[in-house]
T-cell receptor, first 113, second 112 residues
Framework: DTEVTQTPKHLVMGMTNKKSLKCEQH?????MYWYKQKAKKPPELMFV???????INESVPSRFSPECPNSSLLNLHLHALQPEDSALYLC????????????FGPGTRLTVL | GNSVTQMEGPVTLSEEAFLTINCTYT??????LFWYVQYPGEGLQLLLKATKADDKGSNKGFEATYRKETTSFHLEKGSVQVSDSAVYFC???????????FGKGTRLHILP
């Protein structure tokens, strides 16, 4: 398995809903990432997990809550989002050590009503 | 600090034309350099990479050479196809750092 998978592909939620995004990789990569991408912009880093521990939080609002249950799985829990949070949410993984590069999943297109 | 500057788009070319997308960077140390491509409605795909000076990355007919003297990593392709229409991001990864720094992206349109 040489890819990063994300579910769901599309998500529509109201501002009072609670939902979760899921990301998986089975390449043994040591680091996993959440990015937010708005239209016509580069991805913006949100969180980094390294060896299943949160290593970087780019001052993301608490309505976004990441979780890394194991080395292959990364979740992003969403609660009380705002319409401006509508975006493409990308997950990535990184083998690390001598090979520092990121592999991206296809993304979840989130719409907040 | 670390930064990436790439040419503003959109870039519109005819099929079989020669492509250059310019990318320059500012970094301390010896970063790795990347080009990512994003097709409409999809995530980012790693197109090519170079990890040290004078390395040439290549994939699918695209090439880029890591030029430390000019701090550049320009993307080239000899003959573009309609299927190359996408957004291209130049990026750098500082050594011993989990972050990647992206350029703003260049949208490429190829006309048949």
């Amino acid at each position: 398995d040489t890819e990063v998978t994300q579910t769901p592909k599309h998500l529509v939620m109201g501002m009072t809903n609670k939902k979760s995004l899921k990301c998986e990789q089975h390449m043994g990569h040591r680091a996993m990432y959440w990015y937010k991408q708005k239209a016509k912009k580069p991805p913006e880093l949100m969180f980094v997990y390294s060896y299943e521990k949160l290593s970087i939080n780019e001052s993301v609002p608490s309505r976004f809550s990441p979780e890394c249950p194991n080395s292959s799985l990364l979740n992003l829990h969403l609660h009380a989002l705002q319409p401006e949070d509508s975006a493409l949410y990308l997950c990535a993984s990184n083998p690390g050590l001598a090979r520092n590069e990121q592999f991206f999943g296809p993304g979840t297109r989130l719409t907040v009503l | 600090g670390n930064s990436v500057t790439q040419m503003e788009g959109p870039v519109t070319l005819s099929e079989e034309a020669f492509l250059t997308i310019n990318c320059t960077y500012t970094a301390t140390g010896y970063p790795s350099l990347f080009w990512y491509v994003q097709y409409p409605g999809e995530g980012l795909q790693l197109l090519l990479k170079a990890t040290k000076a004078d390395d040439k990355g290549s994939n699918k007919g695209f090439e880029a050479t890591y030029r430390k003297e000019t701090t550049s990593f320009h993307l080239e392709k000899g003959s573009v196809q309609v299927s190359d229409s996408a957004v291209y991001f130049c990026a750098l990864a500082p050594n011993r750092d989990d972050k990647i720094i992206f350029g703003k992206g260049t949208r490429l349109h190829i006309l048949p």
